[in-house]
């Protein structure tokens, strides 16, 4: 067989059918992620047609959308942003029960971000096709997996039949080469890639990270880049499982155990791509390029190096998004005020990501007027960052430390800023509104959110920290 | 579904890049678990004024506007998000066919499967449309034909799976469940020939 790339192997591994000229392939799914918000409707639909669910033991679910992060109250009660939210988390619990669906709800150790809790488990493994109704799903490709978000009728699909109707998509190589300067990290590169190649450039295509950079980064590294693939277009990325990858899964309660394991690490090694295999299309990036990089548009295709000035507006398209903004082409983004910092999303709300948040925080305080939310991505990196005292380095800093969730990535949970207010985050998206009616967003690391915080205004991380020293 | 054999309006633009899904209906309201009544919600923050009138800026509000259930929008409509909650609401609110010079993988998959037709159309053919909208046209579906008042054609494309479905009203999950034998035989085959996990105990 010709040279096959890791997207080929696992799409040929996954064929209950091949496609045709007049219909779609039918690729059987082996993990299928399920949450409150885009389930309800696919659920209803298999009510009225009479319809099992094929495997419920291969669907987990989570609540983490539209959960509060704050405790319950005095009541009892969860103060949940509405009767809908609330309705929408208790429908969620209602179908898993009557499914025989496993929910990680209020009372597990794995609710969180349905991103964050399948790589905890270790439920997320290498060579698995992966879906979610969830666009994010793509984070699951740092294992080696092919995982990509789905609508609600494909979630109905999935819940049915195991299977989805497909085309197989295209291939697109990322080789990011070279080593990162110090203090720049996975979401500096993610957002310099998106800048290279546009909002619309993976649009058809999965993408596959590789070179001596991606190689080098750490698994929370890997899922915060492959996090973001979709926001380059692409509905999924990944990169070839190794060691790197085999030391994090190996006892995770999911994955596989004893002769299971070492038969599981043989064929997941089979799955890199072989050499010589051809892409469709194919960028080469050298990691050295790579600065601290932020947004300051209205997608996260409108990126810059923290410390270079806003780009002018090339077009009446850019134009408009910098007066939602309220910059200017040619002005310094660091200086600007900041009203609002997050740190959290499935993007950066992992274990690793709150260090290098508190590591700026420690023995600073959160200057005078800004708002600063931490929010851990599961239960467990809660309790696992309580253990190592980082809620008090944020408490102690100013900065609220809360419940796992989505929280302000969408707002869906009442974590909304007001309109006109900047904020400095961690999550994935800089849409109009994402964060609230007007709210003005501009995407980071947790370093230089962190930085932001402090500091009260956008800062140059290097150079703000070096002084501060 | 119900078979969708043509659709035939004047339309209206959006001239805007990068359409994104929160701006076709905001997360806060995704907390519904129906699919019907989401049109009020389509484009909210961009339709309604602060007072919560009509914001007469916003294109699909014009006089000119109203009762077009074709829309020409920049490039890189639906981007974002995979919520289905987007073609949900814009059929609800009376559209009926998106025309771009690029659209989003996901939200074009959710289009389709709910009878809103998503058309790609080459570079200029999609500029004609963006700059001279109010025009009358008529999608043809089996043809896949955008026919213009002046008489002149644009040809686009449409998986033929998915033209079927949208022609006869074809329910895909019900094509799905048609293979159950296969994906019966697909699961005794996976586990003799590749590594598979059982995700819960
Ligand atoms: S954290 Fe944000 S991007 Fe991630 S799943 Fe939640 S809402 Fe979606």
């Not at chain 1, 290279?196 to 080098?216: C, D, F, K, N, Q």
């Not at chain 2, 929160?22 to 923050?45: E, S």
């Not at chain 2, 579906?141 to 033209?163: E, N, P, Q």
């Amino acid at each position: 067989m010709s040279a096959r790339t890791i997207i080929d192997k696992i799409w040929d591994a996954h064929l209950v059918r091949a496609e045709t000229a007049d219909t779609p392939g039918i690729l059987y799914i082996d993990l299928h992620l399920i949450h409150e918000v885009t389930t309800p409707q696919a659920f209803t639909e298999l009510r009225e047609r009479g319809l099992p669910v094929r495997r419920p033991d291969r669907v987990l679910a989570t609540l983490d959308h539209s959960t509060p992060t704050l405790p319950p109250g005095p009541d009892g009660k969860r103060p949940y942003a509405s009767a809908d939210a609330e309705n929408q988390v208790r429908q969620l619990e209602a179908n898993c029960r009557e499914f025989g669906i496993e929910l990680n709800g209020w009372d597990s150790d794995h609710r969180g971000i349905v991103h964050v809790m399948g790589p905890e488990y270790g439920a997320t493994q290498p060579g698995m096709t992966i879906v979610c109704g969830d666009s994010h799903t793509a984070t699951h490709g740092a294992f080696g997996a092919l995982a990509f978000g789905i609508g609600t009728t494909e979630v109905g699909h999935v819940l049915a039949t195991q299977c989805l109707l497909q085309r197989k998509p295209k291939t697109f190589a990322i080789h990011v080469d070279g080593r990162l300067r110090p203090g720049v990290g996975a979401k500096d590169l993610i957002l310099h890639v998106i800048g290279i190649i546009g909002v619309g450039g993976g649009t058809g295509h999965v993408l596959e990270y590789r070179g001596s950079a991606i190689e080098a980064l750490s698994m929370e590294e890997r899922m915060t880049v492959c996090n973001m693939s979709i926001e380059a277009g692409a509905r999924a990325g990944l990169i070839a499982p190794d060691d790197t990858t085999f030391a994090f899964l190996e006892g995770r309660e999911r994955a596989p155990k004893g002769a299971d394991w070492n038969r599981a690490v043989t064929y997941w090694r089979s799955l890199a791509s072989d050499p010589g295999a051809a892409y469709d299309s194919e960028v080469h990036i050298d990691a050295a390029d790579i600065g601290p990089t932020i947004t300051y548009g209205t997608h996260p295709g409108m990126v810059t190096p923290i410390s270079a000035a806003i780009p002018a507006a090339r077009d009446d398209q850019e134009a408009k998004a910098l007066a939602y903004m309220r910059f200017t082409g040619g002005q310094a983004l660091t200086g600007e005020a900041v009203d609002v910092v997050f740190v959290g999303s499935c993007t950066n709300s992992r274990l690793s990501d709150l260090r290098e948040a508190a590591d700026v925080l420690r023995g600073r305080r959160v200057a005078d007027g800004v708002r600063m939310l931490v929010v851990p991505g599961s239960v467990l990196i809660k309790r696992e960052a309580e253990a190592e005292g980082l809620d008090a380095v944020f408490t102690a800093a100013g900065a609220e430390w809360r419940d796992a969730g989505c929280s302000m990535c969408i707002g869906m949970n009442g974590d909304i800023a007001r309109p006109g207010q900047l904020v400095v985050s961690t999550s994935n998206r800089n849409f109009e509104g994402r964060q609230g009616p007007g709210v003005r967003t501009v995407l980071a690391s947790p370093r230089v959110a962190a930085v932001a915080a402090v500091a009260g205004r956008i800062a140059d991380p290097d150079a703000f920290l070096e002084h501060a020293a | 579904m119900k078979p969708l054999t043509e659709v035939r309006s004047r339309t209206a633009a959006l001239p805007f890049e990068n359409i994104d899904t929160d701006r076709i209906i905001p997360a806060r309201f995704l907390t519904t678990t129906q699919r019907a009544g989401l049109g009020r919600h389509a484009f909210n923050d961009w339709r309604y004024a602060a007072d919560g009138g009509d914001n007469p800026e916003f294109p699909l509000n014009r006089p000119e506007a109203q009762g077009c259930a074709i829309v020409v929008a920049g490039r890189n409509f639906g981007c974002g998000s995979s919520r289905e909650h987007a073609p949900w609401a814009l059929l609800d609110y009376g559209i009926q066919a998106v025309i771009s010079s690029e659209i989003a993988d996901i939200f074009r998959s959710n289009a389709l499967k709910n009878g809103l037709l998503a058309i790609v159309l080459p570079e200029a053919e999609h500029r004609e449309l963006l700059d001279h909208p109010g025009q009358e046209l008529v999608i043809d579906v089996a043809a896949r034909t955008i026919t213009l008042a002046d008489g002149r054609a644009f040809a686009f494309a449409l998986d033929g799976f998915a033209r079927h479905c949208l022609l006869n009203g074809v329910d895909q999950l019900g094509f799905l469940l048609d293979a159950g034998a296969e994906i019966d035989a697909y699961e005794q085959r996976a586990q003799d020939t590749r590594y598979t996990v059982e995700t819960a105990a």
